[in-house]
């Protein structure tokens, strides 16, 4: 699913200029429509998921995600191409909030970090892989070529989802059992129950509890945004164009190299011992970015970066599941890429207009200082609220 999405992010502005004859504002659109459609969604997957089923949705998502992508055949004018753009974004809110959901259930509790790291570490592979095969697929501009392959990417998608096995834990508590337990009455134990009418409100679609770390995580994804939307400009404005997929690579690698290391400090130790050495190691990253003249430079700050990175991704998503009650985890999910993909919609958007007014240069030094005001988010809205609530004598797991 996230390799599709990276080979349409990287092609489809270039289909758009080459085939739609669409103007630069309609090829952004192309990425912001997506994200657009995938935020406004969000607001309700996580319920959804919580409420039906995680496998449910997440089938109802993929098969509509592969229906989206078999419409872009039939997209021929700008208007209709941006219409499925919107209802893929949709979908891939709902897929992507079930998936994640899906997987945080198949890993056992005390080894959530590691198995969330590995999860995510498949995205970041996706994220190598999917800018140089968009790439390739539409090198010789035929749209059909490029619809085919993602068709089928996504029809594999649908298939290895339908091929998932919950595993029904002892203690787990889903959507089943809290319908249950709301029928049996407000003496049913180990469920939260209102005794009332349920309202709709902000925490029907929010989990509140996993806002403060999806606030850190939204602040990380604004700065991230300047690397996949404009560092290929970066490269070629310092004369180095050669050096963009081979930045990506190396950034992946390592975050890869360093994903088993990771997932087992969050599992053992605090979570602060990932967060200041991962958001520090990014802003560095970012600073020598911009400040890089040659290709060595870029790669020494994709390592740097890549470690960081690879910190901070997985940690965050962890906490959100962590910090939430177990029969609300698609809505915490949900609230995570929620805030996520708004950072780096937004981020898109405020970078190009930094870089458009100044340089790449001030952007990437921009987007190197905004990771550091994360540490002041994060330590009043997580660290020091944990510390008040650590339970005396848990040793090296309290928070």
Known sequence: ???????????????????????????????????????????????????FGKKKMAVIGMIVFLAACLAYFG??????????????????AVASTATSTAASAMIPDSRQGEGMGYFSMFMSIAMVIGPALGLFLWKD???NVLLLGVAVIAAL?????????????????????????????????????????????????IEPKAVPISLVGFILAFSYSSLSGFMSSFTAEIHQTKVTSYFFVVFAVMIVAFRPVIGKIFDRYKEHYLYYPGIVLFAVGMVVMSQAHSAAMVLISGVVMGIGY???????????????????????????FLLFDLGYGLGS???????????????????????????????????????????PGQGAKAV
């Not at 290895?160 to 959507?175: C, H, N, Q, W």
């Open 157 to 205: 998608s649908l298939l290895f989802t339908l091929l998932i096995k919950l595993p029904r834990r002892e203690g787990a508590v889903d959507s089943s059992s809290v319908a249950e337990t709301e029928a049996a009455g407000p003496e049913t134990s180990g469920v939260p129950v209102s005794t009332g009418k349920k309202r709709l409100g902000l925490s029907q679609f």
């Open 75 to 92: 997209a021929k004018g700008i208007l209709l191409f941006l219409i499925v753009r919107f209802v893929h974004g949709m979908s891939y």
């Open 349 to 391: 958007y405020f970078m190009g207009m930094i870089a458009s007014y100044s340089d790449y240069r001030v952007m990437y030094l921009v987007a190197g200082l905004i990771p550091l005001l994360s540490v002041a988010v994060y330590y009043i809205l997580h660290h020091r609220h944990a510390a008040k609530h650590a339970v």
């Open 141 to 143: 501009k035929n749209v």
């Open 1 to 51: 699913m996230f390799l599709t999405f990276y080979i349409l992010a990287t092609a489809f502005p270039l289909y758009v200029k080459d085939s739609l004859h669409g103007n630069e504002q309609q090829m952004g659109l192309a990425i912001t429509i997506y994200v657009i459609g995938g935020v406004l969604l969000r607001l309700f997957s996580g319920q959804w998921v919580d409420r």
């Open 310 to 336: 690879g910190a901070l991704l997985p940690c965050f998503q962890a906490l959100a599941l962590k910090l939430s009650p177990a029969h609300r985890r698609g809505s915490a999910n949900g609230t995570f």
